[in-house]
């Protein structure tokens, strides 16, 4: 039988006043919310998943068959993407996307094509000469976006990514954001606080409580009585 894509087992993580244990599983190419109110522990699952938090001796998370429990965040396969981008401002957004590629050791002329390519596919075709600091709120999610998936990480996480944006944009980024994970077949995970967005771009919820997992389950089976 192939083996899950993705399992956090006994994810587990406590301060003073806060107390976190969870485990969940996600399959490959598809995408799951984590959704549940302001302090429920979203934001510190995913900080335990990336390793920017140290893992309990009882933790084990396992990504594309390989154990990742110990390795640090950079050697995980992960990438990123938050409410605030975080662009290099001082770099042109051509350079911004193609980032990773350069780490990776592909040439400055090389890198820019496939950015110039990826820009492309996010509509954002000949904005790669531009400052960052000239994009809107949703081109700036678009190209922070690019720069995660162009290096084709095994797993994406995304901490509230629209949640700057206004009602409108919000709903159209995440219609953009669910097509481009059917062209590019990326797994993700999702934090998010609006139930409706969830249910729109996901194929799994799951839902914390007070540090624990609530309910989890398909999308289409999420409802909001889970909440009360
Ligand atoms: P969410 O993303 O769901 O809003 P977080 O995961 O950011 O919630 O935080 C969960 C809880 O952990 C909150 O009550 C927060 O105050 C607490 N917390 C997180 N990190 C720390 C820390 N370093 N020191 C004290 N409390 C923390
Ligand atoms: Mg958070």
């Excluded at 994810?11 to 984590?34: G, W």
């Excluded at 522990?41 to 933790?59: D, F, M, Q, V, Y």
């Excluded at 911004?96 to 110039?116: C, D, F, P, Q, T």
């Amino acid at each position: 039988m192939e083996q899950t894509y993705f399992t956090a087992e006994n994810l587990s993580y406590s301060c003073p006043n806060f107390s976190l244990t969870a485990s969940f599983a996600c399959e490959k190419n598809t995408m799951t919310s984590i959704v549940g109110p302001s302090g429920s522990g979203k934001s510190t699952i995913l900080r335990l998943i990336s390793g920017l938090e140290k893992n309990a001796a009882a933790t084990k998370i396992i990504l594309d068959s390989v154990n990742i429990t110990h390795l640090p965040p950079a050697k995980r396969g992960m990438g990123m993407v938050f409410q605030k981008a975080n662009l290099f401002n001082h770099m042109r957004v051509d350079d911004n996307v193609a980032y990773g590629l350069r780490s990776l050791g592909i040439s400055k002329k090389e890198s820019r094509e496939m950015a110039a390519e990826f820009l492309k596919k996010f509509n954002l075709e000949g904005f790669g000469k531009r400052s960052p600091e000239t994009l809107s709120g949703g081109e700036t999610q678009r190209v922070s976006l690019a720069r995660t998936l162009i290096t084709k990480p095994k797993l994406i996480l995304f901490d509230e990514p629209l949640s700057a944006l206004d009602a409108p944009l919000r709903k159209k980024l995440a219609v953009e954001i669910r097509s481009l994970q059917e062209e590019f077949g990326f797994t993700a995970i999702m934090v998010t606080h609006d139930i409706n967005e969830a249910k729109s771009v996901s194929d799994k919820i799951i839902l914390i409580k007070d540090g624990k997992v609530g309910w989890q389950g398909n999308a289409t089976d999420f409802s909001e009585k889970m909440i009360e």
